[in-house]
Nanobody
Framework: QVQLVESGGGSVQAGGSLRLACTPS????????LAWFRQAPGKEREGIAQ???????VYADSVKGRFTISKDNAKNILYLQMNSLRPEDTAMYFC?????????????????WGQGTQVTVSS
């Protein structure tokens, strides 16, 4: 098991930027696939960005070109850089990790989750 702690959420106006961070309890970057999910009120949790042990990334269409997932191996931190934010990006954002993933951005593939950090984008 891996404990995950997210940080960096907050409130921002449309068009602004935020950077989320996720710190695993141990360094799993060389063996695990990690991802960011989000869940808006009344909606299902959706995968938006994923990075595997070989640094291959996958993005949901809704964030492609605006969000970037990355890892800092030296600091043991996973990031999600979010630019050009829109009100529809408002959600609770979760970090997740799994030793392997068969289906990209599928929440059922992940067995380690953080508590989430809230992102609110106002128009």
């Amino acid at each position: 098991q891996v404990q995950l702690v997210e940080s960096g959420g907050g409130s921002v106006q449309a068009g602004g930027s935020l950077r989320l961070a996720c710190t695993p309890s141990r360094n799993v970057f060389s063996t695990y696939t990690l991802a960011w999910f989000r869940q808006a009120p009344g909606k299902e949790r959706e995968g938006i960005a994923q990075i595997n042990s070989e640094d291959t990334t996958v993005y949901a269409d809704s964030v492609k070109g605006r969000f970037t997932i990355s890892k800092d191996n030296a600091k043991n931190i996973l990031y999600l850089q979010m630019n050009s934010l829109r009100p529809e990006d408002t959600a609770m954002y979760f970090c997740a990790a799994a030793p392997w993933v068969s289906y990209d951005l599928e929440k059922n593939e992940y067995n380690n989750w953080g508590q989430g950090t809230q992102v609110t984008v106002s128009s």
